[in-house]
T-cell receptor, first 112, second 114 residues
Framework: KQEVTQIPAALSVPEGENLVLNCSFT??????LQWFRQDPGKGLTSLLL?????REQTSGRLNASLDKSSGRSTLYIAASQPGDSATYLC???????????FGTGTRLKVLA | KAGVTQTPRYLIKTRGQQVTLSCSPI?????VSWYQQTPGQGLQFLFE???????NKGNFPGRFSGRQFSNSRSEMNVSTLELGDSALYLC?????????????FGPGTRLTVT
């Protein structure tokens, strides 16, 4: 059964700092992994999608890596800004299904 | 291109009532998934539809049901509401067909059961 864990649960950093968010999954037979951000009371915004054949994806100040063999993905945020404050979630599909399993998220606060 | 839309955005219902939520996917997307989000359980998968067929279902009681129409719009229904059904209900759309497509989420419907 696929389980997804995100560490840390919460993170507070000063503006300008580079930071890394972690996502671990138990079943390495994943098709892809997607990172999202969620602002309080809002829906999810897709940040990056990494296919199983890829090692990393980049979008602006964001870089996500995927290591299937170790069951890990990291989201690197460069030069953090207060506008980056949100909850970050990762999700993977349960093996062979269209059911996505989400981690519990990392709540990020970037202080001005 | 318009994003995923969900209606209504907010809803207050009484225990025992039923409710229907609606989701319109991004134009051209044929897969719609529904999720329940609560502070205690996080995001939990309800069901996924593609071309009017339910392909996967999560571990929710039969009071939760859904359907998809030929234009890919989807509805979910919750009958005999319980206090524990209070949650943010999110739908996501993707091109579908096969695994691997990016999911796009709507703003959600906030359901409060009193």
């Amino acid at each position: 059964k696929q389980e997804v864990t995100q560490i840390p649960a919460a993170l507070s950093v000063p503006e300008g700092e580079n930071l890394v968010l972690n996502c671990s999954f138990t079943d390495s037979a994943i098709y892809n992994l997607q990172w999202f951000r969620q602002d309080p009371g809002k829906g999810l915004t897709s940040l990056l999608l990494i296919q199983s054949s890829q090692r990393e994806q980049t979008s602006g100040r964001l870089n996500a890596s995927l290591d299937k063999s170790s069951g890990r993905s990291t989201l690197y945020i460069a030069a953090s800004q207060p506008g980056d404050s949100a909850t970050y979630l990762c999700a993977v599909p349960a093996s062979g299904t269209y059911k996505y399993i989400f981690g519990t998220g990392t709540r990020l606060k970037v202080l001005a | 291109k318009a994003g995923v839309t969900q209606t209504p955005r907010y809803l207050i219902k009484t225990r025992g009532q039923q409710v229907t939520l609606s989701c319109s996917p991004i134009s051209g997307h044929r897969s719609v998934s529904w999720y329940q989000q609560t502070p205690g359980q996080g995001l939990q998968f309800l069901f996924e539809y593609f071309s009017e067929t339910q392909r996967n279902k999560g571990n929710f009681p039969g009071r939760f049901s859904g359907r998809q129409f030929s234009n890919s719009r989807s509805e979910m229904n919750v009958s005999t509401l319980e206090l524990g059904d209070s949650a943010l209900y999110l739908c996501a759309s993707s091109l579908g067909g096969a695994l691997g497509y990016e999911q796009y989420f709507g703003p959600g419907t906030r359901l409060t059961v009193t």
